[in-house]
């Protein structure tokens, strides 16, 4: 937002450069993007009045011109432009003179006659902004004769360019920026003068309806103008338009503009005779209804933006721009003025939606205050009368349903000097807030607090802190080392863990991968999850950048198989990876937060198979001294192989699943090799993980080693042969490996042949063969009973 100094010193005393002011309001929370003034760039530039006008004798499209640049002197200037007559005051830039962006100007000739230099348009002098008009820009008959055009106009004043946060409407306008310069000087600001008197006896009651019809607009005013008599703005008023970028145009559509850029509160301006129903109603548009506005551009408007109708006829559109069909013209003699309040955010959108950004909705879209209404409307009335613009109907239309009260906030001004670590009075904090018109009453050590409507960031302790912080000065808070009550800092158990799987895995020739949180919901019917699985009800992303990352995963599958197939389109023959990461499942309520949980994923293809992937998991458990985890066959999930995955198991708990995955899927991702994958549940490993390593003496009495080779059915699982082995072996046994599984001619069809070496030990005493062979035989005994099987 600009503001010009020149303007923002009819309200607030500023003694101290522009440069020294820029800087303070930095250090007081209102950041200065620039400071910018033009008095550099524009040199000899003067006002001169156009004696006469001829028309070039050697070119169709120009004229020469004689103008009186002072004291009589007349200048020869040959200009193309069409919208001067003589008796014009325009700016004139004479030989040797210097306009904003570079541009020199110098003495020449146009088809052979002389031009001693150039008339300029408000472009050409930097000050039209996106708005600026055609032509050269025509001065105010009362202008004087040549005088620097950077005095008549004000461009010696610098403008001070501020970067607004959302949640600062307040300071959207010059008076708002007068507040925080008082409070940040320390000196009062004023308020402009919004008293008026009502010179037409006829009540605007007596000839409108107003009527809402959605909540969509929380405020609406209006009040009317009889006689007007429609002209140029005085100097004065124009130039604070034109320092603020704005282009005037007539005393009542500038009067709009003036309060707008002075209070921030966007006002509109209908032509009464276009009321012809006598009736303003605030509602949504009808779907493929087309409106003409301002720009004289026709656009396609719905349901949802919010319009201003005349009955059933829309005249504006709702805080972004008013209508063609009503706009004031030349011949205009009554009007109604219109101040209101609309939802934000549906400005936003419909602004947005429709490609018409404007000065007015750029600052309805930051919530402005529903109470700013009354005192715009009040000021425009105190400038008609003021300009002598009209006359000012008695009555006000106020359609205000839910009027906005003020907010209270109770602080302990202890907690405040220990929050900031400062230490000042209660008295100070009560002075800071009350320049910023945070009316406080101190109770004790309480400072209680009436915050305005006007600031809708106040609603915490935090934030009164803030503003006593800022007002104190920053740069005035002294520097602290942080408090703590450990006395050096270091990783948690579940990082040191998490490091030691991340090196097991790197470790087992893995390398790691990083992949989105956000998916598309897409990715299901790609890994073929059915319709009904649970992992289908996902948490959804309000604002997406797109479709590809609309939801939060469910499941880490995808991402991997996306890594997988990114790989092998790139030629890779052989590929191991792993990720570190979560998956996110919601709760019940949309309103908490989803159960977010850590998850690795691994992920391998060329020369691998099951077993490969196995020993990987294997690895990451035994790192973990994590006891009693068992493997069982698991052929219901749809992304895996049936025949060639596994669940695992920590106890009773699920610690994830692993094997190769489907072909359907590893053809929908264009992948010629089979992959595999396991998703391991990294919380259950770090719950189980056993750090604290005991030392355990190497054993004093010798093995006893027994090998069994046993011909079982071939759909008995190896898991069920080792858990009866451990069960009956009890102590005794001290470790079990499998070292064959044969199917031949040898064998019966059917039936497979499991070979295992079993290590019998005891840590008191040496085992007899007796001892042994009494086991063992228990062994083979269960193993014959429970799964049928014989020894080979």
């Not at 898991?719 to 470790?735: L, N, P, R, T, Y």
């Amino acid at each position: 937002m600009k503001v010009p100094i020149k303007w923002l010193k009819d309200y607030v005393d500023i003694n101290i450069s522009v440069i020294e002011l820029g800087d303070r309001l930095t250090l007081s929370g209102s950041k200065v993007e620039e400071i910018v003034t033009s008095e550099d760039e524009i040199k000899n530039v003067v006002t001169g009045k156009i004696m006469s006008i001829v028309p070039h004798p050697d070119a169709e499209k120009l004229v020469v011109c004689q103008v009186n640049i002072g004291e009589e002197e007349l200048t020869q200037i040959v200009t193309g432009a069409k919208n001067m007559k003589e008796g014009d005051i325009v700016p004139v830039a004479v030989h040797g003179s210097n306009l904003p962006g570079g541009v020199k100007i110098k003495r020449g000739k146009l088809r052979g006659i002389v031009s001693n230099g150039m008339m300029c348009s408000e472009d050409e002098l930097g000050i039209g902004g996106e708005e600026a008009a055609e032509g050269l820009l025509i001065l105010p008959q009362e202008t004087p004769i040549g005088k620097d055009i950077k005095e008549v106009l004000g461009l010696d004043n610098a403008v001070i360019e501020f970067e607004i946060t959302s949640n600062r409407p307040d300071c959207l306008s010059v008076v708002g920026m007068a507040r925080e310069t008082g409070a940040t000087l320390g000196v009062e600001y004023k308020q402009p003068e919004t008293n008026y008197v009502s010179k037409c006896k006829e009540n605007i009651n007596d000839i409108l309806k107003v009527e809402i019809r959605d909540d969509l607009c929380r405020r609406y005013m209006s009040r009317g103008v009889k006689n007007v008599k429609i002209a140029p703005s005085p100097a004065w008023m124009q130039e604070r338009l034109m320092e603020a970028g704005v282009r005037p145009i007539n005393n009542v559509v500038d009067i709009t503009n003036f309060v707008m850029l002075e209070l921030g509160q966007p006002m509109h301006a209908f032509d009464a005779r276009e009321i012809t129903s006598n009736s303003i109603i605030i509602e949504r548009a009808k779907d493929g209804e087309k409106f003409t506005t301002l720009d004289e551009v026709e656009r396609d408007i719905d349901s949802n933006i919010l319009c201003i109708k005349d009955g059933d006829r829309a005249v504006a559109l709702a805080g972004i721009m008013g209508g063609l069909n009503s706009e004031v013209k030349e011949d205009t003699a009554e009007i109604i003025f219109e101040c209101a309040n609309f939802e934000g955010t549906n400005i936003r959108v419909s602004s947005k939606k429709l490609g018409l950004r404007t000065e007015a909705s750029s600052k309805f879209e930051k919530d402005l205050d529903p109470n700013l209404v009354q005192i715009a409307i009040d000021r425009a009335c105190n400038l008609v009368n003021e300009l002598g613009a009209g006359e000012v109907m008695e009555g006000t239309i106020d359609v205000y349903p839910n009027p906005l009260k003020t907010n209270i906030i109770e602080v302990d001004s202890k907690w405040i000097n220990k929050f900031l670590g400062i230490e000042i009075s209660k008295e100070s904090m009560k002075e800071y807030l009350d320049r910023l018109e945070l009316k406080t009453e101190i109770e004790e050590e309480k400072l209680i607090i009436k915050v305005p409507t006007f600031r809708s960031d106040i609603n915490i302790k935090e934030d009164v802190a803030e503003e006593i912080a800022r007002i104190y000065g920053y740069n005035n808070i002294p520097t602290t080392l942080l408090k703590s009550t450990s006395e050096r800092g270091g990783k948690t158990k579940k990082q040191h863990l998490q490091d030691s799987i991340v090196e097991v895995l790197i470790g087992s020739g893995l390398n790691q991968s990083i992949s989105y949180s956000f998916v598309s919901p897409k990715v299901f019917d790609k890994v073929l999850i059915p319709k009904e699985s649970p992992l289908r009800n996902v948490v959804k992303i309000r604002n997406p950048l797109g479709e590809d990352y609309s939801i939060m995963r469910s499941t880490s599958i995808p991402s991997m198989m996306e890594a997988l197939a990114r790989n092998y389109s790139r030629s890779n023959e052989r590929t191991r990876l792993f990720e570190i990461g979560k998956v996110y499942l919601p709760k019940e309520s949309e309103y908490e937060l989803p159960e977010e949980i850590n998850i690795a994923t691994l992920g391998i293809y060329g020369d691998v198979d099951y077993l490969d992937l196995k020993g990987i998991v294997e690895n990451i458990v035994d790192s973990l001294d994590i006891k009693d985890v068992s493997y069982k066959r698991e052929s219901e999930n749809p992304s895996f192989h049936p025949g060639k995955t596994a669940k695992v198991f920590i106890g009773q708990k699920l610690l994830g699943t692993l094997g190769e995955i489907h072909p359907d899927i590893t053809d929908n991702y264009d992948i010629e090799e089979r992959c595999y994958i396991a998703e391991l549940n990294l919380d259950l490993l770090y719950q189980y993980a056993n750090v604290n390593k005991a030392y355990k003496p190497l054993p004093k009495y010798p093995a006893v080693t027994r090998d069994i080779a046993l011909i079982v059915e071939d759909e008995v699982m190896v898991q069920d042969i080792e858990d009866i082995i451990a069960k009956q072996g009890g102590k005794m046994v001290e470790s079990i490996k499998l070292f064959d599984i044969y199917k031949g001619k040898q064998i019966e069809e059917g039936k497979k042949s499991v070979a295992y070496s079993i290590v019998y030990r005891l840590e008191n005493k040496t085992l007899t063969d007796g001892e042994v062979n009494k086991v063992h035989d228990k062994i083979v005994r269960t193993l014959e009973n429970r799964l049928g099987a014989t020894l080979r």
